[in-house]
T-cell receptor, first 114, second 113 residues
Framework: DTGVSQNPRHKITKRGQNVTFRCDPISEHNRLYWYRQTLGQGPEFLTY????????KSRLLSDRFSAERPKGSFSTLEIQRTEQGDSAMYLC????????????FGPGTRLTVT | KNQVEQSPQSLIILEGKNCTLQ??????????LRWYKQDTGRGPVSLTI?????NTKSNGRYTATLDADTKQSSLHITASQLSDSASYICVVRATNTGNQFYFGTGTSLTVIP
């Protein structure tokens, strides 16, 4: 499968624990996006990478959130000291550059904080 | 402010019927508009993409229209099937630098037998 993959698909954690999600984009895509989506809402932008550089972060990305893309390939999103309000679907998308690039989404990681 | 609004928020239709979903946007400068289908618990999948010069585009039973003057788009689904039950999200891309994608909140479509 050459699409965007995300791991794990589901994560249940207790409040206060740290969690880390991984996204593997389509191999030739240099742009990578993280979104958060709650039930009944559209995806909300969290952060964006071009190659290994994190170019933009949403105000939704509090100090407890950190994202990396160390070699410009896969990316990780870490949430420290999770709160119940962090329960959501976390989506990753990748895109190539150019004037007509489109985003391809992964299947998402469903986080439940108990 | 760049915004994308969709209506209705939810819709229930009988199998075999047609429906139309709406998307209004204020994103500028405009690059393209895309409709995604998102099944429950899965990532969005692209249905159509439309640029400034395109008025209509079809993908099987899905037909999207774009009026760049009024900044409105619609997604028409013909002869609905149970598998069409999903959330449909309108995404507008701007030509500014950085994060360029603006998402609507989606329309939840339920097709009942």
């Amino acid at each position: 499968d050459t699409g965007v993959s995300q791991n794990p698909r589901h994560k249940i954690t207790k409040r206060g624990q740290n969690v880390t999600f991984r996204c593997d984009p389509i191999s030739e895509h240099n742009r990578l996006y993280w979104y958060r989506q709650t039930l009944g809402q559209g995806p909300e932008f969290l952060t964006y990478f071009q190659n290994e550089a994190q170019l933009e972060k949403s105000r939704l990305l509090s100090d407890r959130f950190s994202a990396e893309r160390p070699k410009g390939s896969f990316s990780t999103l870490e949430i420290q000291r999770t709160e119940q309000g962090d329960s959501a679907m976390y989506l990753c998308a990748s895109a190539s550059g150019g004037s007509s690039y489109e985003q391809y989404f992964g299947p998402g990681t469903r986080l439940t904080v108990t | 402010k760049n915004q994308v609004e969709q209506s209705p928020q939810s819709l229930i239709i009988l199998e075999g019927k047609n429906c139309t979903l709406q998307c209004n946007y204020t994103v500028s400068p405009f690059s393209n508009l895309r409709w995604y289908k998102q099944d429950t618990g899965r990532g969005p999948v692209s249905l159509t993409i439309m640029t400034f010069s395109e008025n209509t585009k079809s993908n099987g039973r899905y037909t999207a229209t774009l009026d760049a003057d009024t900044k409105q788009s619609s997604l028409h689904i013909t002869a609905s099937q149970l598998s069409d039950s999903a959330s449909y999200i309108c995404v507008v891309r701007a030509t500014n630098t950085g994060n360029q994608f603006y998402f609507g909140t989606g329309t939840s479509l339920t097709v009942i037998p």
